[in-house]
């Protein structure tokens, strides 16, 4: 299958048969490259599956069909892997830095990123990228002879957002965000926080319902929400191949180091680029510090908060493994990880067992 990589992908794609390695080696799969092996162990990892009940904009368990850090997560990954095969680069490597990106991400979102932040401002921070490679580098602990989950060093490398990295990872941050614009306008139809209205102000959308009117001029209104946000995606996708495509000519990129020469080259056009800056600002007015968004928001805070302040008054409220850890992490550091590996759901049954 390594071969086949050779064959198939661009001179400057990632190849598994051509990784840096692991931290503590390891003998090759009989039957899967380096990378298919480092997507499996994310997936079957336990901080995987509790992205199922963390929040994504909308808190967790209050619409079935909203989405949450996983759904968010599968997203990415799929579009990671459309756009990495149009480029002929590294699908599985795309994909597997897609799905471990939110790893780290604590409950409730971003607003509990942002409590999490506050409460470790005098201890070294917390930021959800940062996080997410530790959790595959300390956290999670299924196998017996090393920390971690041992991830090849493309993979680690690609959760560090800080740097120019392979063109993989670049693919996969930018499918993050048009993953974000466009369900967050979905959810937030969905969740009658937006109407048809105030979105024909957005360009973004203007020109997917335009599109979608043209083709179907009969379809009413509100069925044809779910067509204007696959168009949206749609040709976010494409707009983000062809530019991509001529930047990476453009630049004479003809190997891996190259890319590393160069600025970020996985981008939008710039007309695009402006049309979602301005999307973004709508959404944030409108969305994300919407009363019905803020007020639960805020409550959500303030159980973080207090539950935080009573791990540090009391660390034997803190799990075997969790406590283990005091000694070389610190306290402050400790009590952290373990909330950001909470969810939504366990961090409520906790705020409720100490009283509040």
Same mark, same amino acid.
């Given at each position: 299958m390594e071969a086949d990589e050779g064959r198939l992908l661009a001179p400057f794609a990632q190849k598994s048969g051509e990784s840096r390695g692991r931290q503590f080696p390891e003998p090759r799969h009989a039957y899967r490259t380096e990378f298919q092996r480092d997507r499996a162990r994310i997936i079957h990892s336990r901080a995987f599956?509790?992205?199922?009940?963390?929040?994504?904009?909308?808190?967790?368990?209050?619409?079935?069909?909203?989405?949450?850090?996983?759904?968010?997560?599968?997203?990415?990954?799929?579009?990671?892997?459309?756009?990495?095969?149009?480029?002929?680069l590294n699908e599985d490597l795309a994909e597997t830095i897609a799905l471990a990106h939110d790893l780290g991400h604590s409950p409730f979102g971003h607003s509990g990123e942002e409590m999490l932040a506050e409460c470790m401002r005098e201890h070294g921070g917390f930021e959800h990228n940062r996080q997410s490679l530790?959790?595959?580098?300390?956290?999670?602990?299924?196998?017996?002879?090393?920390?971690?989950?041992?991830?090849?060093l493309e993979v680690r490398e690609g959760l560090q957002k800080n740097q120019v990295s392979s063109l993989e990872a670049q693919i996969a941050d930018l499918a993050d965000e048009i993953t974000y614009y466009s369900h967050d306008l979905d959810d937030a139809i969905d969740f009658d926080i937006l109407n048809f209205a105030q979105l024909e102000e957005v360009d973004v959308w203007k020109v997917a319902a335009d599109s979608v009117r043209a083709r179907y001029p009969h379809l009413r209104?509100?069925?044809?929400?779910?067509?204007?946000? !696959?168009?949206?995606?749609?040709?976010?996708? %494409?707009? /983000?191949?062809?530019?991509? =495509?001529?930047?990476?000519?453009?630049?004479?990129?003809?190997?891996?180091d190259d890319v590393r020469n160069q600025p970020v080259l996985i981008r939008y056009g710039d007309e695009l680029a402006e049309a979602n800056r301005a999307l973004r600002k709508f959404l944030y007015?409108?969305?994300?510090?919407?009363?019905?968004?803020?007020?639960?928001?805020?409550?959500?805070?303030?159980?973080?908060?207090?539950?935080?302040?009573?791990y540090l008054l009391?660390?034997?409220?803190?799990?075997?493994?969790?406590?283990? !850890?005091?000694?070389?992490?610190?306290l402050h %550091?400790? /009590?952290?990880?373990?909330? =950001?590996?909470?969810?939504?759901?366990?961090?409520?049954?906790?705020y409720a067992r100490l009283g509040y």
């Open positions: 599956r509790r992205l199922e009940y963390k929040t994504q904009v909308f808190l967790n368990g209050t619409g079935d069909h909203l989405r949450t850090r996983l759904t968010h997560t599968i997203e990415v990954a799929s579009i990671s892997r459309t756009i990495a095969r149009a480029l002929r530790r959790v595959v580098e300390l956290l999670e602990n299924p196998y017996p002879k090393f920390p971690g989950l041992n991830l090849t209104e509100p069925d044809s929400h779910k067509l204007i946000i !696959r168009d949206v995606i749609d040709r976010q996708v %494409r707009d /983000v191949i062809v530019t991509s =495509a001529e930047q990476i000519m453009s630049a004479k990129v003809q190997s891996r007015q409108n969305v994300y510090y919407h009363p019905r968004v803020a007020e639960v928001n805020q409550r959500a805070c303030e159980m973080l908060r207090r539950v935080f302040e009573s009391d660390p034997g409220q803190l799990g075997d493994a969790a406590a283990r !850890r005091i000694e070389s992490e610190g %550091r400790t /009590v952290c990880d373990y909330i =950001a590996g909470m969810t939504d759901r366990y961090l409520m049954e906790e």
